[in-house]
C-alpha cells in the first residue's frame, strides 16, 4: 500500500519547512506557502507509525473545497491546489489557537461531562445533558496549538486574552467567523444527510494584517458528523450515534490500551486494519461531500507532487 508519510522536496526559492503531525509546509520566499497533506495518521496527539492509503488525498479535497465554499463567509489563505495532495496559499502569521466549537456533548466535551465537569474552557454547560446531546447553542471551546510532540490545552477566552496569546479585538473577529462558519458547515452537512457535531478551525494573519481561515476545515480529521436519519431515535435509545470522524480510530486505540499516555504502547496496525480505515475514510470523503471518491495515481506519489507543484509555482510566482 503505497503512501506518503514524509516528504523532502526542494522548491524554487524555498525558505523552510515546518513538518506538523499529519500536513508538511514549504515556505515560498516568504510568500507563499505549500501545504502537503501526507497520508500521516494521527490520535491523542500522537502519530501512527504507518500513513493510510489516499487520506492525504481526501483530506486536502475536502478541505479546499469547503475553502471555496465559505470564502463569501470568511476570507481564506487558499490560492490554488495543484494536487490532489496539496494546497499553495499565502504566508500567515498563524494565531496559537484552534477555535473549537461544538453543538452536541460528544468526544473530548463528554469524557469532561462524564468526569462532572460542568466548566468547559470557561464555558458553562447546563445539567442534565447525554452524551450526543445537542447544546441549546453551539459552544466555542478553544486550545492553545500544542509544538511537536506535546498536547493541545483547552484554554478560555478569558485567559487567551489576559495572556495576550490573541488581542481582544481579533478574539472578536475570530469568534465572529467560528460561528459563521460552523453555520455554514451545519447548513451543508444536513443538506448530505448529516450533522455537524463540533469541529476545529485556525485562522492566521497576512501580511497586510487580513485575517483569514487557514489549514482544514470540515474533514473528518477536524470535524464530527453524525448521520441525521436515526440519530433522535439512538438518543432515546441510548444507543451509540452512527458517526463519520476519526473517532472510530481513537476508540480502536482506548479500547486497544493507549490514550497517548506517558508509557503506553502504540498498538500494532495490520495491513488489514489500515485497509478498513482507508475505506472509512473514503466513506467519509463520499458522505460529507456528496459525490464519488476519485482515486490519484499513487504509483509514485512524490514525483506526482513534485511535478505538479512545480509546474504551478512557474505559473504563479
Known amino acids: 500500500m503505497n503512501t506518503i508519510t514524509i516528504t523532502d522536496f526542494n522548491f524554487p526559492n524555498q525558505k523552510s519547512v515546518y513538518r506538523g503531525k499529519v500536513r508538511e509546509v514549504y515556505n515560498i520566499n516568504d510568500d507563499l506557502l505549500v501545504m502537503v497533506a501526507t497520508d500521516r495518521l494521527s490520535a491523542f496527539d500522537v502519530v501512527m507509525p504507518k500513513g493510510i492509503p489516499y487520506k492525504g488525498q481526501i483530506l486536502n479535497q475536502i478541505a479546499t473545497k469547503f475553502m471555496e465554499l465559505t470564502q463569501d463567509i470568511v476570507p481564506n489563505w487558499l490560492v490554488a491546489t495543484p494536487d490532489p495532495n496539496v494546497a499553495v496559499g499565502h504566508l500567515c502569521e498563524p494565531f496559537k489557537v484552534e477555535m473549537v466549537i461544538r453543538g452536541y456533548v460528544s468526544g473530548h466535551a463528554a469524557r469532561e461531562y462524564a468526569l462532572g465537569k460542568r466548566i468547559l474552557c470557561g464555558v458553562t454547560l447546563p445539567e442534565g445533558l447525554k452524551e450526543n446531546d445537542k447544546?441549546?447553542?453551539?459552544?466555542?471551546?478553544?486550545s492553545t496549538k500544542a509544538d511537536n510532540g506535546e498536547h493541545d490545552e483547552d484554554i478560555s477566552r478569558e485567559d487567551i486574552i489576559s495572556k495576550g496569546i490573541v488581542k481582544e479585538a481579533d478574539?472578536?473577529?475570530?469568534e465572529k467567523y467560528t460561528r459563521a462558519l460552523f453555520q455554514r458547515g451545519t447548513e451543508i452537512a444536513a443538506s448530505r444527510g448529516l450533522i455537524l457535531v463540533d469541529t476545529k478551525y485556525e485562522f492566521g494573519k497576512t501580511k497586510e494584517g487580513k485575517i483569514v481561515l487557514i489549514d482544514e476545515i470540515h474533514t473528518p480529521d477536524s470535524s464530527r458528523y453524525f448521520y441525521t436519519e436515526g440519530y433522535q431515535?439512538?438518543?432515546n435509545n441510548g444507543e451509540e450515534q452512527k458517526q463519520l470522524?476519526?473517532?472510530?480510530?481513537?476508540?480502536w486505540l482506548i479500547e486497544n490500551g493507549f490514550q497517548g499516555k506517558e508509557?503506553?504502547?502504540?498498538?500494532?496496525?495490520?495491513?488489514?486494519?489500515?485497509a478498513t480505515v482507508s475505506e472509512r475514510y473514503i466513506e467519509l470523503y463520499e458522505n460529507i461531500m456528496g459525490?464519488?471518491?476519485v482515486k490519484a495515481d499513487i504509483s509514485d506519489i512524490n514525483?506526482?507532487?513534485?511535478?505538479?507543484?512545480?509546474?504551478?509555482?512557474?505559473?504563479?510566482?
Request: charged content about 30%; hydrophobic content about 35%.
Open 135 to 142: 447544546f441549546p447553542t453551539p459552544i466555542i471551546t478553544p
Open 171 to 174: 478574539y472578536v473577529v475570530l
Open 233 to 235: 431515535e439512538r438518543q
Open 245 to 251: 470522524s476519526k473517532e472510530f480510530v481513537r476508540r
Open 263 to 274: 508509557g503506553q504502547q502504540i498498538p500494532e496496525m495490520t495491513d488489514d486494519y489500515i
Open 291 to 293: 459525490e464519488k471518491f
Open 303 to 317: 514525483i506526482r507532487i513534485k511535478k505538479n507543484v512545480l509546474e504551478n509555482l512557474a505559473k504563479i510566482q
